[in-house]
């Protein structure tokens, strides 16, 4: 079977992205890892498919797989090379438009200077809506890992994120702790792991362990949720720049009740076909 694919990257969080649209789409968890593999595959952090929607209102249906080949909710990069990618591919000539994912519904908006804001819906930090067993639902709680305890929040962006505070994101034990926090049993859906360095009180500095694939160079909804968690631990005010290792997205939300807005660059590689 050939599948055609277009490589696409969100400040280096890549993704292979397939139209779902024109041809049918169907694959299993070991060829989703096949694409995935950066040696014998096509390699990115991320699988993104498009789909027509499933109901009224809606202009297309946005899945995600992980490098491991499994399914998740939500994803803050490849929701903004998914709208330069319908573009792109002449799939609608909107602006604006309305994506139902796994958990949500989200407004990806490309704008006139190339970039693309992304309405990302409301946070949400109850533990079960993470989920994260938990008798608290206090902005920060203690973790126990590796024997010592760590300050986290909690949070949804539509996917689970657990954000703590660092000194130096440079120096985080990113590699030690994060497979650690991601697969700790108190996430039983596991859990995105992120590392918040505080710059000033409309910058920060993040690296993210992903569920699923490791550290990647970005990470949109992990951005999302350290500013978020940022704003509500004090330490932040909207909007927020977050400096990934990758580059820079921005960041606004206005409290309680209020979406959170993505900003920034999605970016076409090339295209190609492939034989599974």
């Not at 280096?12 to 169907?26: A, W």
């Not at 899945?63 to 792109?88: K, L, M, S, T």
């Not at 985080?172 to 995105?192: C, D, K, S, T």
């Not at 909007?239 to 990758?246: K, L």
């Amino acid at each position: 079977m050939k599948l055609k694919f277009t490589k696409m990257h969100g400040l280096g969080n890549d993704f292979v992205v397939l139209d779902g649209v024109r041809q049918p789409v169907d694959l299993t968890p070991a060829q989703l890892r096949f694409l995935a593999d950066r040696h014998f595959g096509i390699g990115c952090d991320q699988i993104l498919l498009v789909e027509a929607p499933t109901r009224p209102g809606i202009d297309f249906r946005y899945r995600i797989f992980n490098a491991d080949g499994g399914e998740v909710e939500q994803c803050g990069n490849g929701a903004r090379c998914f709208v330069r990618f319908v573009h792109e591919q002449g799939l609608t000539g909107k602006s604006e438009i309305k994506v139902e994912t796994r958990n949500g519904v989200i407004g990806p908006r490309l704008e006139a200077n190339g970039e693309v804001t992304v309405d990302m819906g409301e946070p949400r930090f109850s533990p079960a809506d993470i989920p994260f067993v938990s008798d608290s639902d206090a902005v920060v709680q203690p973790l126990a890992v590796a024997g010592e305890d760590v300050d986290i929040s909690v949070v949804s962006m539509g996917n689970p994120h657990a954000v703590q505070v660092v000194a130096d994101v440079d120096s985080a034990p990113v590699a030690v702790q994060g497979p650690l926090i991601e697969n700790h049993p108190q996430f039983p859906q596991r859990v995105n792991v992120g590392f918040l360095q505080v710059v000033d009180r409309h910058a920060a500095r993040l690296r993210v362990f992903e569920r699923g694939s490791g550290e990647t160079l970005a990470c949109g909804t992990g951005a999302c949720a350290a500013a978020v968690a940022g704003i509500r631990r004090g330490l932040l005010a909207s909007p927020v720049r977050i400096g990934t290792r990758g580059g820079d997205l921005n960041i606004a939300w206005d409290g309680p009740g209020q979406p959170v807005l993505m900003t920034g660059p999605a970016t076409t590689v090339f295209s190609g076909e492939i034989e599974l």
